[in-house]
């Protein structure tokens, strides 16, 4: 009774917390909308829709928090009851290979069994109906489904252990405990399990194994996706030597970014000498992380120090072809060379056999860059046949053939050894014959050129390309690393462009050899990015592209195993599903074709559901270890048993008790704040998700009939109200289905529907007096705009949430209405935002088309109106635009004479002229242009020196300045903050600028690109 009570008093605080920080502001279902639809059996589309009696045959029943609250608790202790029930009979289908680890383990201490009883956490789901499954079996505990579909779907059977001898010890680090407790979050302890959260590090099934467990639309969301929550009591802790245990439960509570967890669990069970434990981790981690060739290698690696050939071979068949590294199938073939021993072939049955590896090796990673040593291996390993090369048997030229073929394969494709292969094809060609080795050599010579220079582009742009085959998630954008991770998806990018930019000139000549190189280079990536979509994306749309249909399929199902929650790769292979099936024919065309299109959207839901679920969990973990972390201390108005009692409290209280409280609070309020917004992101992405698959249904099966065998889209929008976490978005969406492809009057009563579970959602008001407008139901629309905007008004921090309704309207009534209510209209706007200017209001009436026709000021005068303003010129004076440049330094001791100042030139101290060609301005015209000059020297200086003349030019700006002022775009270049030019003018002419410079420091020059004081962009 205890626990009840404990469990009701969190119940309550949570829920005080959470209608103190508001419900989603009206973007999420409220608990009202999530009672609603747990009685879906009162809410039929397919009758509601054509019936109008049943409009309101489904209200929204008012119920209390403290009802909501024992209705939660006592569906706790009937979870808890049927737990220790069935917890006595374990399913058989328990994952057979953490039975196997833990059986073979040989630990005296046994990890603690799961807790039967955990509190279930109801805020935020929509239940089912309480029927449970539609045939009335009994729903099973959370979490046990997704075991019982595990095992189904694996593979791995029990068996004996395979080492009969003793491995040597493998030195490894060993796995800190505290740091461990700590990575996670713990204060001291590290939890045994993550409450509630699925054991999903075993969890992963092949694409079309999966979706059969995952097409289920009429499933309840509890019965199949969310765990139970315990908030009540704390995990129990590990013991400190349990190391096994404490990497397990991280493995389980992170399986995807935990990575060295990983890592040090196969390390723990090799370093204790357990291969049949670390064999298991290896499957599990392998079946996660199918492209981590690192591991692949010691996978392999040790059973064949167990001598374990036949596990090596499945090992290579599971492996080669999936993963393009040179490592991998480096170990691949001195394998083959150890089980094929030359020395002692004497039927040449060996030899054989490695050379059919090395072509097959050569076939598939041959274009990598790094891939040289496997071709210098491969002509050693040809020069050591049988055969005299320059010999005149048959045998003899047959090798010479092959080895020519092989130099001229390798020389084609840059790698690191490029040049070394073809000293050795010179020196070959050469040695057999001058003549013919000219020739060949002649003729393969571009190609190795082209090669050589490709190879040194490639080490250029791949220079800082980190190339592992061990992914790790992206940090998010603002955290650390997140730099990092974007600037080596950049590197990739770059190596694909330069391969589709075809520097080796494959495209005319050979283009299968051009797309080979650009697939290789695409799976190199996705080894690195598996968890970044865009990049599983973009090769499946090259295959796609390129008539490479089989290769895009694989790209985009390994995608979606890699990122089950990506709605890019969802959407993506849903619809080349739904177009690959467009030729289907038979009677049941729309089912089979609705069921194949549905497979990637439930697997995307299913995931994200799935997030949501464990983000829950993590709050409430997260709150229940705050709570741990601070002391316990009793309100100050909590009664005491005496008064002794109670004034002895006071005087022991300490007096930063309230600060304790503070603190505790903002952590807590930070918590539930950062889980708030994780749940609001991908509620809205489940329901755009929801939201695709109905188009998709509706262009597959029509509209359909609910329970139906073409359930069309009215039954993906059942089915999505059913499962829950649902913005209003959804129900816009079907509605404006109904409307625009049926003209359905369906439509509106999804309307009125949603307009009861979202009432303070603004963009769904909005929507909602759009259709109405447009179904000339204005009566309806002006009780919808009176009911929305007085329901935003009553709270100030939903006011300006009414502010686009009000624009909307206003512009409604203007372009339709009648005047007097467009000014009652604008009274009511001006009352309720006085911020917003009276003209700007009353200039709305009439825009249209982004026009505003009260702002234009037309040009009557152009004369008075246009007159062109007198800008401060920056061009240098007509005497000294042609002069040679000014020297500032001043040359000291000097064996020459002085230059002598003319006392007539006042501007400045001009060079000593040059000696030049005639003019060209002879004559007459000569003539003249001198003597204007002179009179405008004349009239600006007198006799004694003095400015004379009104008008008197700007003063020449220095080089310096002219320069800085020809660099600069013009004006129309800048798109954003201009300057004054004439402010810029005044600033550079006021400015004080040194007579003379350093000898040393160099004159500027004008960089390429700049001509006449304007930018040329782009050349």
Request: hydrophobic share 35%; glycine share 6%.
């Amino acid at each position: 009774m205890g626990d009840i009570n404990a469990e009701l008093a969190l119940l309550d605080s949570m829920q005080a917390m959470n209608e103190a920080a508001g419900n989603f502001d009206g973007s999420l279902e409220e608990d009202d909308q999530q009672r609603e639809e747990a009685s879906s059996d009162e809410y039929d589309p397919s009758r509601s829709f054509n019936d109008p009696s049943n409009e309101n045959s489904s209200g929204i029943e008012q119920r209390s928090p403290q009802q909501d609250a024992h209705e939660n608790v006592a569906s706790v202790t009937q979870v808890a009851e049927l737990g220790s029930r069935q917890a006595q009979s374990p399913p058989s289908g328990e994952l057979v290979s953490s039975a196997h680890s833990q059986a073979s383990s040989g630990e005296t201490s046994q990890s603690p069994t799961r807790q039967a009883s955990q509190p279930i956490d109801h805020s935020h789901i929509v239940d089912e109906k309480p029927g449970g499954f539609e045939d009335g079996r009994e729903p099973p505990l959370a979490g046990e489904s997704g075991l019982l579909n595990v095992a189904q779907g694996s593979s791995y059977t029990p068996q004996r252990s395979l080492s009969h001898t003793p491995i040597n010890a493998y030195s490894s680090e060993d796995v800190s405990i505290q740091n461990a407790a700590h990575g996670q979050g713990a204060p001291d302890t590290v939890p045994n399990s993550v409450a509630g959260v699925p054991d999903v590090s075993s969890n992963d099934d092949s694409f079309s194994k999966s979706a059969q467990s995952l097409t289920a639309p009429n499933t309840s969301v509890n019965e199949q996706q969310y765990p139970t929550i315990s908030v009540g009591t704390a995990s129990k802790a590990r013991l400190p030597n349990d190391r096994v245990g404490i990497l397990e439960d991280r493995i389980k509570e992170d399986p995807r970014g935990d990575m060295d967890a990983w890592l040090s669990l196969i390390s723990e069970h090799r370093r204790r000498n357990k291969i049949d434990e670390a064999r298991t981790v290896y499957e599990r981690f392998l079946k996660r992380f199918p492209l981590a060739a690192e591991q692949w290698i010691a996978y392999a690696q040790m059973e064949l120090q167990n001598n374990e050939f036949y596990l090596v071979e499945q090992i290579f068949s599971k492996s080669l072809l999936t993963v393009p590294n040179v490592q991998l199938w480096s170990v691949y073939l001195d394998y083959v060379r150890r089980r094929n021993n030359l020395t002692t072939d004497s039927s040449g049955t060996a030899r054989q056999i490695v050379a059919q590896a090395y072509d097959f090796v050569l076939q598939n990673i041959g274009i990598d860059k790094d891939a040289g040593a496997i071709w210098q291996d491969h002509i050693r390993f040809i020069r050591s046949g049988p055969g005299t090369i320059g010999g005149n048997s048959w045998q003899d030229q047959q090798k010479m053939d092959l080895l020519r073929k092989t130099y001229q394969r390798a020389i084609c494709a840059p790698n690191q050894a490029v040049n070394a292969i073809w000293k050795e094809y010179d020196s070959f060609e050469m040695g057999l014959n001058k003549v013919t080795g000219r020739k060949f050599l002649q003729e393969k010579s571009p190609a190795y050129v082209s090669a050589r220079s490709s190879f040194t582009e490639l080490q250029n742009i791949t220079r800082d390309l980190v190339r592992t085959t061990l992914p790790r998630l992206p940090p998010a954008l603002g955290f650390e690393g997140d730099t990092e991770y974007l600037k080596q998806i950049e590197l990739w990018k770059k190596w694909i462009q330069w391969e589709k930019d075809d520097p080796l000139v494959l495209k005319e000549e050979d283009i299968s050899a051009y797309r080979a190189r650009i697939l290789y280079v695409f799976k190199q990536s996705v080894m690195a990015l598996s968890f970044w979509p865009e990049m599983w994306f973009e090769a499946a749309e090259f295959c796609f592209q390129n008539e490479l249909d089989k290769e895009g399929n694989e790209f985009i199902s390994q995608g979606i195993d890699m990122n089950p929650e990506s709605c890019l790769l969802a959407f993506k292979y849903a619809d080349w599903l739904e177009i690959q099936s467009l030729n289907d024919e038979g009677e049941d065309t729309a089912k089979r074709r609705g069921a194949i299109v549905r497979e990637p959207y439930d697997r995307v839901l299913d995931a994200l559901y799935e997030l949501i679920a464990k983000t829950k969990a993590r709050e409430a973990k997260d709150l229940a270890r705050i709570e741990e972390a601070f002391p316990h201390q009793v309100p100050i108005n909590q009664p005491r048993e005496n008064d002794e009692d109670a004034d002895a409290e006071d005087d022991f209280k300490d007096p930063e008790s309230s600060a304790y409280d503070a603190s505790k609070k903002a952590q807590k309020e930070a918590v539930q704040n950062g889980a708030l917004v994780q749940i609001r992101l991908l509620s809205r992405t489940v329901s755009f998700a929801w939201i695709a698959l109905m188009r998709a249904m509706r262009r597959i099966q029509g509209k359909g009939k609910v329970g139906d065998v073409v359930g069309g889209s009215r039954q993906i929008f059942t089915d999505a109200r059913k499962r829950g976490r649902l913005t209003s978005d959804v129900y816009v969406a079907s509605a404006l289905i109904e409307y625009h492809c049926y003209k359905d009057p369906a439509a509106t009563k999804i309307f009125e529907r949603g307009m009861k579970l979202f009432p303070e959602d603004e963009d769904f008001a909005l929507e909602y007096l759009k259709h109405l407008i447009a179904i000339n139901d204005i009566t309806n629309a002006r009780a919808v705009f009176e009911t929305t905007v007085n329901k935003l008004a009553q709270r100030a921090e939903t006011l300006q949430k009414a502010k686009p309704i009000y624009a909307f309207f206003h512009e409604y009534e203007s372009q339709y209405g009648e005047l007097s209510q467009v000014g009652k209209l604008e009274k009511r706007m001006s009352d309720l935002f006085p911020e917003d200017p009276q003209l700007q209001r009353f200039a709305r009436r009439f825009v249209g088309q982004g026009f505003d026709p009260t702002a234009i000021r037309p040009l009557i005068s152009p004369a008075t109106q246009a007159r062109p303003k007198a800008i401060l010129s920056i061009e240098p004076p007509e005497s000294v635009q042609n002069t040679p440049p000014v020297r500032f330094a001043q040359v000291a001791n000097s064996p020459k004479r002085p230059l002598p100042v003319d006392d007539s030139d006042t501007e400045m101290n001009r060079p000593r002229k040059l000696n030049r060609g005639e003019s060209p301005l002879k004559g007459a015209a000569g003539r003249r242009l001198d003597q204007q000059k002179r009179n405008r020297q004349r009239e600006m200086i007198d006799s004694q020196g003095q400015l004379v003349s009104a008008a008197v030019p700007p003063p020449a700006l220095p080089r310096e300045v002219l320069f800085l002022l020809s660099i600069i775009p013009r004006a129309e270049t800048y798109h954003a903050t201009r300057f004054k030019p004439e402010g810029m003018v005044r600033l550079l002419r006021d400015a004080h600028i040194p007579t003379s410079l350093p000898s040393s420091r160099p004159v500027p020059m004008i960089p390429p690109g700049h001509m006449n004081g304007s930018y040329q962009f782009g050349r």
